[in-house]
C-alpha cells in the first residue's frame, strides 16, 4: 500500500470561499485513494458542507479559525495580525510534519510571506519563486517566477534559473534543460540592466541546465525552451495573458459554430476534436503553481478557479509531496553539478562589467 498523504488546506481562500475547497476536495479523494485533508476555517461553514458527502468521512478533518487573510491585506500585515488565520494554520501544519503540503487560493503575497517565515528557504535561496507547467507546441515547459516576486535582482533570476531547471529535471524527466530569460528582444543589447547583466551570469556560469539565451513572449507557446525564466510581474502579466486569450478563442469558436444551421452541423461533427482542445488549453488543468525554494511543498491555487481547477491544484501538492520534491529540490542544487558557489559569480559581475558586453 502507498503511504497516506495529508494536505493541508486554506479553507477560506479564494473567490468561491468554502464551497469551492470542499467541491475541490472530492474530486480529488476520488482521484487519489491516499489522500488526506485537513480544512482550515470556519467550522460553521464548512460542516455542512462536508456533512453533505459522506464519502469524506475519515478523510477531511476540520480545524476551526474565524480568521481569514483577506485579497487586500498586504504580506506584512498578515504576518503580524495573522497568525491564528486559516492560511498560517495551515503552513504551520507542514513545518510540524503533521501535513506533507499545504494549499491556498487565497493572497498571494501574504502565503508567500508567511511560508517564507514559517518553512524558511533552502540553503542559497534568497526568494522563494512561483512555478507552473503549461502546453505548448512542443509538449511542456515551465514558467518561473509567476508573482511571487514583483522586483528581481540579478541573481535572483539567476537563482530562479537554477531551480526552475532543477524541477524541470525532476517532473519532466529532462536530464538537461534548456532556460530562457525572458526579454523584449533576443539581442544582447535589449532589456533593462538586470535582465542584461542576469544573461551574463547565465551564460558565464556552469550551470546543469542549457542556457539558451534571451526570449521572447512568442517563445512561450511555441515552447522554444524548457524553463522560461521572468520576474514575478513579467511572468504573472503573461500567465494571465495566456488564460484570457484561452479564454478568447474558446469564446470566438462557440460564436462560430453557433452562426448558422451549417455551423452548428459542423460542430456536432468536429466536437471530439474540440473537447481534446479544450481539454488541452483549460487553464484549470494547469492551476497549482509550486513555491520553489522552500523546506515544504506550498502550492498556489489561482483565486478564481473552480472546484475542478482546485483539485486539480490538491493533485500538484499530492505528486509533489508523494515525490519528497523539496528534499530532491535541494539535493539537485547541490550535488548534480549545481554548487553553491556558483551562485557566487555575481560577486564577480557588475552593473559596470554588464554593459560592456553590449
Given at each position: 500500500m502507498s503511504k497516506r498523504i495529508t494536505v493541508a488546506l486554506d479553507a477560506m481562500g479564494g473567490d468561491g470561499g468554502p464551497g469551492m475547497v470542499v467541491g475541490g476536495v472530492v474530486i480529488a479523494c476520488e482521484r487519489y485513494p491516499d489522500l488526506d485533508v485537513l480544512l482550515y476555517g470556519d467550522e460553521a461553514r464548512i460542516k455542512p458542507l462536508l456533512d453533505a458527502q459522506p464519502g469524506l468521512k475519515g478523510r477531511a478533518e476540520i480545524r476551526h479559525t474565524?480568521?481569514?487573510i483577506g485579497s487586500d491585506d498586504q504580506p506584512a500585515q498578515a504576518l503580524r495580525r495573522g497568525r491564528e488565520s486559516s492560511m498560517r494554520l495551515a503552513i504551520?501544519?507542514?513545518?510540524s510534519g503533521e501535513a506533507q503540503g499545504v494549499l491556498s487560493a487565497g493572497n498571494t503575497g501574504a502565503l508567500m510571506a508567511m511560508a517564507k517565515f514559517v518553512l524558511k528557504t533552502q540553503s542559497d535561496i534568497d526568494r522563494p519563486a512561483m512555478i507552473s507547467f503549461f502546453p505548448t507546441i512542443r509538449g511542456e515547459s515551465a514558467m518561473l517566477d509567476l508573482g511571487a516576486n514583483v522586483k528581481c535582482d540579478a541573481e535572483n533570476l539567476v537563482q530562479f534559473a537554477i531551480m526552475g531547471a532543477a524541477c524541470a529535471r525532476i517532473e519532466l524527466?529532462?536530464?538537461?534543460?534548456?532556460?530562457?530569460?525572458?526579454?523584449?528582444?533576443?539581442?544582447?543589447?535589449?532589456?533593462?540592466?538586470?535582465v542584461k547583466l542576469a544573461g551574463q551570469m547565465?551564460?558565464?556560469?556552469?550551470?546543469?541546465?542549457?542556457?539558451y539565451g534571451f526570449v521572447e513572449g512568442d517563445h512561450i507557446g511555441e515552447g522554444t525552451v524548457d524553463v522560461f525564466v521572468t520576474d514575478g510581474f513579467s511572468g504573472n502579466v503573461a500567465l494571465k495573458t495566456a488564460e484570457g486569450t484561452a479564454r478568447l478563442y474558446s469564446s470566438f469558436l462557440r460564436d462560430a459554430f453557433q452562426s448558422s444551421l451549417l455551423s452548428k452541423l459542423?460542430?456536432?461533427l468536429a466536437k471530439p476534436a474540440l473537447n481534446r482542445l479544450r481539454a488541452q488549453v483549460d487553464p484549470g488543468a494547469y492551476n497549482g503553481a509550486v513555491f520553489l525554494g522552500l523546506n515544504g511543498v506550498v502550492v498556489k491555487s489561482h483565486g478564481g478557479t473552480d472546484a475542478t481547477g482546485f483539485a486539480n491544484a490538491i493533485g500538484v501538492a499530492v505528486d509533489m509531496a508523494r515525490s519528497d520534491f523539496?528534499?530532491?529540490?535541494?539535493?539537485?542544487?547541490?550535488?548534480?553539478?549545481?554548487?553553491?558557489?556558483?551562485l557566487a559569480i555575481?560577486?564577480?559581475?557588475?552593473?559596470?562589467?554588464?554593459s560592456k558586453v553590449v
Amino acid at each position: 500500500m502507498s503511504k497516506r498523504i495529508t494536505v493541508a488546506l486554506d479553507a477560506m481562500g479564494g473567490d468561491g470561499g468554502p464551497g469551492m475547497v470542499v467541491g475541490g476536495v472530492v474530486i480529488a479523494c476520488e482521484r487519489y485513494p491516499d489522500l488526506d485533508v485537513l480544512l482550515y476555517g470556519d467550522e460553521a461553514r464548512i460542516k455542512p458542507l462536508l456533512d453533505a458527502q459522506p464519502g469524506l468521512k475519515g478523510r477531511a478533518e476540520i480545524r476551526h479559525t474565524p480568521h481569514a487573510i483577506g485579497s487586500d491585506d498586504q504580506p506584512a500585515q498578515a504576518l503580524r495580525r495573522g497568525r491564528e488565520s486559516s492560511m498560517r494554520l495551515a503552513i504551520n501544519a507542514v513545518k510540524s510534519g503533521e501535513a506533507q503540503g499545504v494549499l491556498s487560493a487565497g493572497n498571494t503575497g501574504a502565503l508567500m510571506a508567511m511560508a517564507k517565515f514559517v518553512l524558511k528557504t533552502q540553503s542559497d535561496i534568497d526568494r522563494p519563486a512561483m512555478i507552473s507547467f503549461f502546453p505548448t507546441i512542443r509538449g511542456e515547459s515551465a514558467m518561473l517566477d509567476l508573482g511571487a516576486n514583483v522586483k528581481c535582482d540579478a541573481e535572483n533570476l539567476v537563482q530562479f534559473a537554477i531551480m526552475g531547471a532543477a524541477c524541470a529535471r525532476i517532473e519532466l524527466g529532462i536530464k538537461r534543460p534548456t532556460v530562457g530569460l525572458l526579454n523584449v528582444g533576443v539581442e544582447d543589447a535589449k532589456g533593462n540592466e538586470t535582465v542584461k547583466l542576469a544573461g551574463q551570469m547565465l551564460r558565464d556560469g556552469e550551470f546543469a541546465f542549457d542556457f539558451y539565451g534571451f526570449v521572447e513572449g512568442d517563445h512561450i507557446g511555441e515552447g522554444t525552451v524548457d524553463v522560461f525564466v521572468t520576474d514575478g510581474f513579467s511572468g504573472n502579466v503573461a500567465l494571465k495573458t495566456a488564460e484570457g486569450t484561452a479564454r478568447l478563442y474558446s469564446s470566438f469558436l462557440r460564436d462560430a459554430f453557433q452562426s448558422s444551421l451549417l455551423s452548428k452541423l459542423g460542430y456536432l461533427l468536429a466536437k471530439p476534436a474540440l473537447n481534446r482542445l479544450r481539454a488541452q488549453v483549460d487553464p484549470g488543468a494547469y492551476n497549482g503553481a509550486v513555491f520553489l525554494g522552500l523546506n515544504g511543498v506550498v502550492v498556489k491555487s489561482h483565486g478564481g478557479t473552480d472546484a475542478t481547477g482546485f483539485a486539480n491544484a490538491i493533485g500538484v501538492a499530492v505528486d509533489m509531496a508523494r515525490s519528497d520534491f523539496a528534499e530532491r529540490i535541494s539535493r539537485d542544487l547541490h550535488h548534480d553539478g549545481v554548487e553553491p558557489e556558483t551562485l557566487a559569480i555575481s560577486t564577480a559581475v557588475t552593473p559596470d562589467t554588464a554593459s560592456k558586453v553590449v
